[in-house]
Nanobody
Framework: VQLQESGPGLVKSSQTLSLTCTVS??????????WTWIRQPPGKGLEWMGA???????YYNPSLKNRTAISRDSSKNFFTLQLSAVTPEDTAVYYC????????????????WGQGTQVTVSS
């Protein structure tokens, strides 16, 4: 399974950040997985942002819930993240992942991650 993030590397404050994750190699065996967005601000740890399950149910980090929307197009094997009203504090490396659980377990050998994409929010 391979994942690739794409989207703008620079966004202005107050705008909406939109990222896409293209997934290849996934099969029905991955239906139990959660299609997930995670970010890591500079000098900080990983932050789980939200996920969407096979059924289409979404789960969000309460601290970001009002600004976050995740959607999925399973027929085309991609899912998206929209983060509204961004500020410079949203500057981070953004990762998409297929996680077996609704939490990040660093080093878990049954999870799949993209390489990450840097997003900078200018003031």
């Amino acid at each position: 399974v391979q994942l690739q993030e794409s989207g703008p590397g620079l966004v202005k404050s107050s705008q909406t950040l939109s990222l896409t994750c293209t997934v290849s190699g996934a099969s029905s065996a991955h239906n139990p997985y959660y299609w997930t967005w995670i970010r890591q601000p500079p000098g900080k740890g990983l932050e789980w942002m939200g996920a969407i399950g096979y059924s289409g149910i979404t789960y969000y980090n309460p601290s970001l819930k009002n600004r976050t929307a995740i959607s999925r197009d399973s027929s085309k094997n991609f899912f998206t993240l929209q983060l509204s009203a961004v500020t410079p504090e949203d500057t981070a490396v953004y990762y998409c992942a297929l996680l077996r659980r609704l939490v990040v377990i660093p080093g878990a050998d049954d999870d799949y991650w993209g390489q990450g994409t840097q997003v900078t929010v200018s003031s």
